[in-house]
């Protein structure tokens, strides 16, 4: 799994993508619902905010595998 620093850079390269504007911490916090004072907390303890991202990541249609493994999303096989 990637470490936080990481994973917070692709969730900035994903609201940059939208907005094509800089994006900060406070961009982040919003995009994650959280206010700014908290999004620095964890920030400050390297804490990912798992379910924050995943519900980001569903609300904009983007790979949990990627985000966190930094993968394509694998084949899933067909079930009968």
């Given at each position: 799994m990637l470490e936080?620093?990481?994973?917070m850079n692709r969730i900035k390269k994903i609201i940059y993508k939208e907005t094509n504007n800089r994006v900060y911490d406070k961009d982040i916090a919003e995009a994650l619902g959280f206010k700014p004072s908290h999004y620095a907390v964890i920030k400050k303890r390297h804490r990912i905010p798992y379910k924050a991202i995943a519900l980001f990541a569903n609300e904009k249609n983007i790979s949990l595998n990627w985000i966190f493994f930094d993968k394509e999303d694998a084949i899933i096989p067909t079930i009968k």
């Open positions: 936080f620093h990481t994973i």
